[in-house]
């Protein structure tokens, strides 16, 4: 066996270790998606490129907890713990159960709770002593009424720290919240191609 080949061998067994996790994922997804569509939304979870936009998008100069809503099988969470996020400051919320007990196996260190992105105070409770860094949401809010997307949305900027993010991708052109800059700001990342399908990252602000 020439050393070129066996150098490779690694490599290789990693790559297929990768694709088989990959396809695990897409099953797992598809699965919750074929029981409950309007609860799951995607139909495969994020890519690497969509989960890196959204974990840029995180200030790691404010500090506090970062909540994580509907990490699915963990492509956002990754993305964020490579950001720089320690494990012990990130808390994910996902109402699956079997995608929180993959989570927890996948991100030691990391806080799952079970339950309802769209009642954040409620389901954090006492968890989260103080004001939030971010928040980084994978919910499905364009399947919501839009009284319900800004009521989560407004809800979820109350446990924010001053000018720190609500951060959420969807796979529309349009805002899934209008702007209204006199109670939030709202900036949009370019098309993200390499997503299936693909997707564009929103990121709304409290007004000051």
Same mark, same amino acid.
């Given at each position: 066996m020439s050393r070129s080949f066996a150098a490779k061998k690694p490599k290789l067994r990693l790559d297929k270790l990768r694709l088989e996790k990959r396809i695990d994922?897409?099953?797992?997804?598809?699965?919750s998606w074929l029981q409950n569509p309007l609860k799951t939304g995607a139909v495969s979870?994020?890519?690497?490129?969509?989960?890196k936009a959204m974990a840029r998008e995180i200030d790691l100069s404010i500090p506090?907890?970062?909540?994580?809503?509907g990490p699915g099988t963990g492509p956002?969470?990754?993305?964020?713990?490579? %950001?720089?996020?320690?494990?012990s400051r990130l808390i994910?919320?996902?109402?699956? =159960?079997?995608?929180c007990a993959l989570v927890k196996k996948r991100f030691p260190g990391v806080h799952v709770v079970q339950g309802d992105g769209y009642a954040l105070s409620d389901t954090l409770g006492e968890i989260a002593r103080e004001p939030l860094a971010a928040i980084v949401s994978s919910l499905p809010l364009m399947t919501r009424p839009m009284p319900v997307r800004l009521r989560t949305l407004i809800g979820?900027?109350?446990?924010?720290?001053p000018g720190a993010p609500f951060i959420q991708f969807t796979y529309a052109m349009t805002a899934p919240i209008p702007p209204r800059p006199? %109670?939030?700001?709202?900036?949009a990342s370019s098309r993200i191609w390499m997503n299936l =399908?693909?997707?564009?990252?929103?990121t709304y602000r409290a007004a000051v």
């Open positions: 994922d897409e099953v797992k997804f598809l699965s979870p994020s890519s690497p490129a969509l989960a506090g907890p970062i909540v994580e809503l956002v969470t990754e993305a964020i713990l490579a %950001r720089g996020v320690a494990p994910t919320v996902e109402f699956n =159960p079997g995608f979820a900027l109350k446990l924010l720290r006199s %109670r939030y700001t709202l900036s =399908p693909p997707a564009r990252v929103w």
